[in-house]
């Protein structure tokens, strides 16, 4: 499977009303959108942890294409 291939993917489940609320309870869920700051070290990683992967399923969803997200990242 080729990394187009899998953006695609990402798209078909995620374009519908029911993957749209979830991409966006997921983002308000996992600090999209505010400080995942901690003062436990630990805590502040596993935050940031849980925020990237909303941010990657954020970038599959964009209309680039993976390869260029990289290359422009």
Same mark, same amino acid.
Do not use: C, I, N
């Given at each position: 499977?080729? /990394? @187009?291939?899998?953006?695609?993917?990402?798209k078909t489940v995620f374009a519908t009303n029911d993957g749209e609320r979830v991409?966006?309870?997921?983002?308000?869920r996992f600090h999209i959108h505010g400080s995942t700051f901690s003062t436990d070290p630990t805590e502040t990683a596993y935050? @940031?942890?849980q925020r990237t992967v909303v941010l990657f399923l954020h970038a599959m969803l964009?209309?680039?294409? /993976?390869?260029e997200q990289i290359v422009n990242e």
């Open positions: 499977m080729t /990394p @187009e291939d899998l953006q695609t993917l990402y991409v966006k309870d997921l983002a308000a935050r @940031e942890g964009q209309d680039k294409s /993976p390869k």
